[in-house]
């Protein structure tokens, strides 16, 4: 069966370099972009592009019908840090286009569902190091129980509806193609356009702040290969933990200093984004995803940064 794959937030972080990975795969004509706004350079010069409002019952529901999708990958949501200053406006966006969607995908049959969680719904109380698949969880963040709830929700209709959904607890991604948009984890993006502008960065995280983060093409590579998994090796439908590389601010400079060797780096006080950060795991256990559906990582801090400075100073 020729596969149709809608992909609702096309234009941001992880939709901008998605479209494309699967435009490679299966080709232009079978991935249709979406997204609120108009598309990118990249997409609309790829192939299909679809105005989309997830929060748009009649609107998305048309989309649906006009393209029978076979998967769809639901990238539409706001932030950590955004969602702090606009907290109904994000549970709405980030739950109620979760809901069509889990609906839509009963009504059309739609084949995989793919959806984003994160490591933000973990919260204070949960273990810090080696944070595990199950623990206690007490997000504090809108997005964060946004996510968590949307957890429950995907299970749910896995359960009783039988929707293949599938999800990552995404740790912060770091990417050159397109930039993030209102993440606590954005620091360690722009911190390589600076590095590459400026030659100096003043970071909103303290400098041993530990967080998870994850190269880009590792996190395409993950959501891929969680996609084409045989359903009956996944025991889990609400969202797979995914470890990455966890490191401080202090230390992603130290190795861009061995790059550029001027750098410099200085923090800022009192930035609400720490508090988030700080309720957030410094490091996660992925063993299950290690186990079920083959997960290795490939770029560790190193081979990142390089990789970051090389792509980034031929675009910039
Ligand atoms: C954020 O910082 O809000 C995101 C995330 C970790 O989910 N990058």
Same mark, same amino acid.
């Given at each position: 069966?020729?596969? %149709?794959?809608?992909?609702?937030?096309?234009?941001?972080?992880?939709?901008?370099?998605?479209?494309?990975?699967? !435009?490679?795969?299966?080709?232009?004509?079978?991935?249709?972009?979406?997204?609120?706004?108009?598309?990118?350079?990249?997409? !609309?010069?790829?192939?299909?592009?679809?105005?989309?409002?997830?929060?748009?019952?009649?609107?998305?529901?048309?989309?649906?019908?006009?393209?029978?999708?076979?998967?769809? +990958?639901?990238?539409?949501?706001?932030?950590?840090?955004?969602?702090?200053?606009?907290? %109904?406006?994000?549970?709405?966006?980030?739950?109620?286009?979760?809901?069509? &969607?889990?609906?839509?995908?009963?009504?059309? %049959?739609?084949?995989?569902?793919?959806?984003?969680?994160?490591?933000? &719904?973990?919260?204070?109380?949960?273990?810090? =190091?080696?944070?595990?698949?199950?623990?206690?969880?007490?997000?504090?963040?809108?997005?964060?129980?946004?996510?968590?709830?949307?957890?429950?929700?995907?299970? +749910?209709?896995?359960?009783?509806?039988?929707?293949?959904?599938?999800?990552?607890?995404?740790?912060?991604?770091?990417?050159?193609?397109?930039?993030?948009?209102?993440?606590?984890?954005?620091?360690?993006?722009?911190?390589?356009?600076?590095?590459?502008?400026?030659?100096?960065?003043?970071?909103?995280?303290?400098?041993?702040?530990?967080?998870?983060?994850?190269?880009?093409?590792?996190?395409?590579?993950?959501?891929?290969?969680?996609?084409?998994?045989?359903?009956?090796?996944?025991?889990? !439908?609400?969202?797979?933990?995914?470890?990455?590389?966890?490191?401080?601010?202090?230390?992603?400079?130290?190795?861009?200093? #061995?790059?550029?060797?001027?750098?410099?780096?200085? +923090?800022?006080?009192?930035?609400?984004?720490?508090?988030?950060?700080?309720?957030?795991?410094?490091?996660?256990?992925?063993?299950?995803?290690?186990?079920?559906?083959?997960?290795?990582?490939? =770029?560790?801090?190193? #081979?990142?940064?390089?990789?970051?400075?090389?792509?980034?100073?031929?675009?910039?």
């Amino acid at each position: 069966m020729t596969e %149709k794959i809608l992909v609702i937030g096309a234009n941001g972080q992880i939709g901008t370099e998605l479209v494309s990975a699967l !435009r490679n795969i299966y080709g232009a004509d079978s991935v249709i972009a979406s997204d609120i706004k108009s598309p990118t350079y990249a997409i !609309r010069h790829t192939g299909p592009f679809e105005i989309v409002n997830v929060l748009d019952h009649d609107n998305l529901h048309h989309v649906f019908n006009k393209h029978k999708p076979t998967q769809v +990958y639901l990238l539409a949501a706001i932030l950590s840090a955004v969602g702090e200053q606009k907290p %109904k406006m994000a549970w709405d966006l980030n739950m109620t286009g979760l809901l069509h &969607v889990l609906d839509f995908a009963v009504e059309f %049959k739609v084949k995989k569902v793919f959806w984003p969680s994160s490591i933000a &719904v973990f919260g204070p109380h949960s273990p810090q =190091y080696d944070t595990p698949q199950y623990c206690v969880m007490d997000p504090n963040t809108v997005y964060g129980f946004s996510k968590l709830a949307g957890e429950r929700w995907c299970e +749910y209709y896995h359960d009783k509806y039988g929707v293949d959904i599938r999800s990552i607890r995404y740790p912060g991604l770091i990417g050159w193609r397109a930039n993030p948009g209102g993440g606590t984890t954005d620091y360690a993006v722009h911190i390589f356009h600076e590095a590459l502008k400026n030659n100096k960065y003043e970071c909103f995280l303290s400098a041993n702040t530990a967080l998870p983060m994850m190269y880009m093409d590792d996190a395409i590579r993950a959501t891929i290969a969680l996609m084409d998994a045989p359903a009956e090796n996944l025991t889990i !439908r609400s969202s797979y933990n995914l470890a990455g590389v966890s490191f401080t601010p202090a230390q992603i400079a130290d190795e861009i200093k #061995k790059v550029i060797p001027g750098f410099e780096i200085s +923090y800022a006080a009192n930035d609400p984004r720490q508090a988030i950060a700080d309720s957030w795991p410094k490091s996660i256990d992925d063993t299950y995803a290690q186990k079920e559906w083959g997960w290795r990582l490939e =770029y560790d801090l190193p #081979k990142m940064v390089e990789d970051m400075l090389v792509n980034l100073s031929k675009v910039a």
